[in-house]
């Protein structure tokens, strides 16, 4: 999958939410979506990378303890 496809399918569900939103005007949706978006993200490169932190990071492009700061927030780790 590309990243233009993976940008289509968040367009298609944005659209979809706010079509099954009807007169209700949304509310923090940039932080609803990072929320959504976050944790799957964290939980597939978790996997990917036999749960390690520090090639997760680098995946990511993250700094470690940011990541682990993520994972804690996600409740992904203890």
Do not use: F
């Not at 939103?21 to 990378?49: I, Y």
Request: charged residues 30%; glycine residues 4%.
């Amino acid at each position: 999958m590309s990243k233009k496809q993976i940008e289509e399918c968040v367009r298609a569900s944005l659209e979809s939410y706010l079509r099954d939103l009807r007169d209700t005007e949304p509310d923090g949706m940039h932080a609803m979506m990072v929320g959504v978006v976050e944790k799957p993200l964290l939980e597939v490169v978790m996997q990917h990378t036999d749960n390690n932190q520090s090639r997760a990071a680098q995946w990511l492009g993250l700094n470690r303890n940011t990541l682990r700061k993520k994972l804690l927030e996600h409740r992904l780790i203890d």
